[in-house]
Structures are given as C-alpha cells and as structure tokens.
C-alpha cells in the first residue's frame, strides 16, 4: 500500500546496527550505499548489505520495506555494488544521479525482471530526463535531491536566505513530481536538510501531500514524527471527506455542500484523503 511508505529513512550501510532500529522508527529504510558512506567504507558496506539479506530475519529486518541505494552507474562503485547484489534477494533499489533508461535497463539486465528502481534526479541531466525515467517499467517511484542538482550546474545553494528553493531548484522538482505523475509512479520529496528546524519540515511536508507526493525522505529518526503527522489527514479533513462522499449519494450530479459545490474531482479528492488516513 503506497500509502503506508510514507516517511522513508536513509541508513548508511555501513552501520548494520542501525538497519532493524531504523526499521522500527520508519515506513521504509533505503540502506545507502553511495553518499552517506565514505569510499574507503564501502566495500564493508556492501558486505553489511549481503549479510543483511542472509539475515534478515533473525535481525528483524523486513525486506520489503528495503531500499538499497547504490552508486551512479559507470563509476566502479556501481560495479561491486550490483555484483553484490546478485549473491542477494535485494531487489528494490534506488539508483543514484538517474540519468536515463538505459541505465535502468542495465540494472535490470543485471538483477533480473523482479527489480524495481526508485530513479533519483538529482543532476541536470537527471531532472531533463525524469519523464524518460518515469515511462520506465521497472521504475515504481521518482526522487529528486536539490543539493546535487545545484553541484551538477556548477552552483553552491538550492536555497535563499529565507530558506525557499530558488526558482531554478522549485522547477526542477516540479518537473520530477510531473513527470512521475504523468507515468503513474509514486514521487517521493527531497530531504530537509536543517534537522533543526521542524517547523520548516512540516511546511515542506505540506506542500509535498497538497501537490499529491507519497512520500517525504528522511535523514534522521526525529524527522519521521514530523513527516507522520504531515501525511496523516486531520479528524476534520477525514470526517468532512467522510460527509462529502455520503451526501454524494444523493445526487446524481453536482451539488452544494457546506457553501461551496461539489463535483467529480471533490469527490476524487475526498477519497484521496480517506485512503491517506487508512480508511
């Protein structure tokens, strides 16, 4: 359910003890295998990541709330990774700097029919591509990351002084929110960096469900409460989605509720919410 995968985590993947913790707290994990590990570490990383697998369930670990983020295709890193990840079950993975298709279709060619691809858009490059990448059939979900992007272009801040996306950065994920709305996959928000400020956390969280975002990544256990409770509908929202809906069955058409009208996409709107809230 699309829905319950809501607030996902990143964990380095080279701290295994870490893995079943971070299952705990989150909807989802995404083991990383790429930025949140040194280069000298990541070949004890992948190690982590098969022993993982073997023992997944004496850990605790639930493999299908798993998602292994491995290196940028063409990079050496990206060879041992997907070389270990054959020796594995792993298949749902998140493919950093996602550029095109093709670089799926390798994934794919390599892991088998089963792998799923969450592509993160995260360059120029990326972000121009991200319609490609979301008509892919193995790709279930698009990310976007702001701070690589801005590096891609050769600049140095994804946002202003007062803390907002700077125009370029808001229509790049605006692009990638498209694009995976467009192709039926899920869009996954980038990461708020400021671990300190929970208040601009939760705006952001706001607008990623306003615009139709299923999930918001995570960086640290104290941001999963925030996300919750951003994806979680209101009492009022559910028990006004809950009206709306039964009072639709008295008429056939549109009609007036509550000093406005309701058509077909109130409606749609209306179970959108109920199905956030579980119902």
């Given at each position: 359910?699309?829905?319950?995968?809501?607030?996902?985590?990143?964990?380095?993947?080279?701290?295994?003890?870490?893995?079943?913790?971070?299952?705990?707290?989150?909807?989802?994990?995404?083991?990383?295998?790429?930025?949140?590990?040194?280069?000298?570490?990541?070949?004890?990383?992948?190690?982590?990541?098969?022993?993982?697998?073997?023992?997944?369930?004496?850990?605790?670990?639930?493999?299908?709330?798993?998602?292994?983020r491995v290196n940028p295709v063409d990079t050496e890193d990206h060879?041992?990774?997907?070389?270990?990840?054959?020796?594995?079950?792993?298949?749902?993975?998140?493919?950093?700097?996602?550029?095109?298709?093709?670089?799926?279709?390798?994934?794919?060619?390599?892991?088998?029919?089963?792998?799923?691809?969450?592509?993160?858009?995260?360059?120029?490059?990326?972000?121009?591509?991200?319609?490609?990448?979301?008509?892919?059939?193995?790709?279930?979900?698009?990310?976007?990351?702001?701070?690589?992007?801005?590096?891609?272009?050769?600049?140095?801040?994804?946002?202003?002084?007062?803390?907002?996306?700077?125009?370029?950065?808001?229509?790049?994920?605006?692009?990638?929110?498209?694009?995976?709305?467009?192709?039926?996959?899920?869009?996954?928000?980038?990461?708020?960096?400021?671990?300190?400020?929970?208040?601009?956390?939760?705006?952001?969280?706001?607008?990623?469900?306003?615009?139709?975002?299923?999930?918001?990544?995570?960086?640290?256990?104290?941001?999963?409460?925030?996300?919750?409770?951003?994806?979680?509908?209101?009492?009022?929202?559910?028990?006004?989605?809950?009206?709306?809906?039964?009072?639709?069955?008295?008429?056939?058409?549109?009609?007036?509720?509550?000093?406005?009208?309701?058509?077909?996409?109130?409606?749609?709107?209306?179970?959108?919410?109920?199905?956030?809230?579980?119902?």
């Amino acid at each position: 359910d699309v829905y319950k995968r809501q607030a996902v985590m990143f964990t380095p993947a080279d701290r295994p003890e870490r893995y079943a913790k971070a299952l705990d707290r989150a909807d989802a994990v995404i083991l990383d295998l790429e930025d949140a590990v040194t280069a000298a570490d990541r070949p004890a990383a992948r190690e982590a990541v098969a022993a993982a697998w073997t023992e997944r369930e004496s850990q605790g670990i639930d493999a299908d709330r798993v998602v292994v983020r491995v290196n940028p295709v063409d990079t050496e890193d990206h060879a041992a990774d997907v070389a270990m990840l054959k020796k594995t079950g792993w298949r749902t993975l998140m493919l950093a700097k996602a550029e095109s298709a093709a670089q799926v279709d390798s994934l794919v060619e390599a892991l088998g029919e089963g792998t799923r691809v969450v592509a993160l858009c995260e360059t120029a490059k990326g972000v121009l591509a991200a319609a490609e990448l979301a008509a892919h059939p193995h790709v279930t979900a698009l990310m976007w990351g702001a701070e690589d992007l801005v590096a891609s272009m050769g600049g140095t801040s994804s946002r202003t002084v007062d803390g907002a996306y700077r125009q370029t950065v808001a229509h790049a994920r605006s692009t990638v929110l498209l694009a995976a709305a467009a192709h039926g996959a899920a869009a996954w928000d980038a990461v708020y960096l400021n671990l300190k400020d929970p208040d601009g956390l939760a705006a952001e969280v706001e607008d990623a469900v306003a615009v139709g975002c299923r999930a918001t990544v995570c960086l640290h256990p104290n941001q999963v409460a925030v996300v919750r409770n951003g994806y979680r509908p209101t009492d009022e929202q559910v028990a006004r989605a809950e009206a709306i809906l039964a009072e639709a069955r008295n008429h056939p058409g549109a009609f007036a509720f509550d000093g406005g009208m309701v058509d077909e996409v109130v409606l749609a709107q209306a179970r959108i919410t109920l199905a956030r809230a579980g119902r």
